[in-house]
């Protein structure tokens, strides 16, 4: 599998607006795009260090995955997203290498990325996500 780069961190918070003077204000971050994805009933708030971002995850419902995950596992990081240059192609060939598939084909993410995950239970413990720009 060809991995470009660490695409973002994401961080499922309880709250954005309660987070961002911690990342703007400490640690000097710009949020530069906030928005809804309606689908992942989650809303997303983005920072940038370098060539790699930092995604904060805000349950939109009490039945969203990250609204889950927080009751979980508390506040924290979720998932480490991967750039790849054909997500359904590395989809197949994590499959093919007996790799838990949570998507079977790409979705639409945030930023207009398309995104597909990987289990954890398949990953040593750490939800993996492959991304890369959609066309």
């Keep these: 599998m060809e991995l470009t780069h660490i695409e973002h961190l994401g961080i499922a918070v309880k709250s954005i607006e309660a987070c961002l003077p911690?990342?703007?204000?400490?640690?000097?971050?710009?949020?530069?795009n906030i928005e809804e994805v309606a689908d992942q009933k989650v809303k997303t708030a983005f920072f940038k260090v370098g060539q790699t971002k930092i995604e904060l995850l805000e349950p939109t419902s009490e039945d969203s995955t990250i609204a889950k995950f927080i009751e979980k596992k508390g506040e924290g990081i979720h998932h480490i997203a991967f750039a790849v240059p054909d997500?359904?192609?590395?989809?197949?060939?994590?499959?093919?290498?007996?790799?838990?598939?949570?998507?079977?084909?790409?979705?639409?993410g945030a930023e207009g990325l398309n995104i597909a995950f990987l289990h954890p239970k398949s990953t040593c413990s750490v939800l993996t996500e492959l991304c890369m720009p959609g066309k």
């Design 22 to 32: 911690y990342y703007e204000k400490v640690l000097g971050l710009k949020c530069y």
């Design 87 to 108: 997500v359904q192609a590395a989809l197949d060939e994590a499959a093919e290498k007996g790799v838990q598939l949570i998507d079977k084909a790409p979705r639409h």
